[in-house]
């Protein structure tokens, strides 16, 4: 069995404390039940975001055993909103630049993953990611009731198809309501 470890990392606006509450609840879930560890921080502006990354690539000892970076964040497309300041995908890309060999960059679904193709070929080219997963339309809830599922198979299926396939297989609804995508 392959052991998943999440970093997760959640831009909130100063206004609101509820939102974390619930990410940092689903998180918690996720050790007690499926024995994922995780580590969990915010950010409330591009600055922290940043800085957050920083010390998540150069200052973190546990970098290394993380297999999924797991952001809360807000946009579409190929944009971030961080605080009314959009971060394209080539922009964190280059953030990223080779250091995130066999990691999958994945987004809650307050982010809608509608990239193209190449663009996703060129954020795994750049960082070396072995793949970007998240949802593509939009839901009243937060995609945790999937993420966990998702997460979970992470630790016993390492291929990108036979994942994809197994989720869709298992929670084949729950995929086509939130538009679940993988680019490897």
Not at 107 to 115: M, P, Q, R, S, V
Not at 131 to 149: E, H, M, Q, R
Not at 160 to 175: F, G, H, N, S, W
């Amino acid at each position: 069995m392959y052991k998943s470890y999440v970093f997760c990392l959640e831009v909130l606006s100063e206004k609101s404390t509820n939102q974390s509450t619930n990410l940092l609840l689903f998180l918690e879930q996720l050790a007690q039940h499926f024995n994922i560890d995780n580590v969990y921080q915010t950010c409330e502006d591009i600055e922290g975001f940043e800085n957050s990354l920083q010390i998540l690539l150069y200052e973190d000892r546990h970098f290394k055993d993380y297999n999924i970076l797991y952001f809360n964040v807000k946009g579409s497309e190929n944009q971030i909103d961080i605080d009314n300041y959009f971060y394209s995908f080539e922009e964190i890309a280059e953030l990223f630049e080779g250091k995130l060999s066999n990691k999958i960059i994945h987004f809650t679904n307050t982010f809608l993953l509608n990239i193209t193709p190449e663009e996703a070929q060129y954020f795994i080219d750049v960082t070396g990611a072995k793949g970007i997963s998240g949802y593509s339309k939009k839901a009243p809830v937060l995609s945790t009731v999937l993420d966990g599922f998702y997460f979970n198979l992470c630790q016993t299926i390492t291929d990108p198809i036979e994942l994809v396939e197994t989720l869709y297989d298992e929670k084949y609804a729950l995929c086509k309501t939130l538009g679940f995508t993988f680019y490897y």
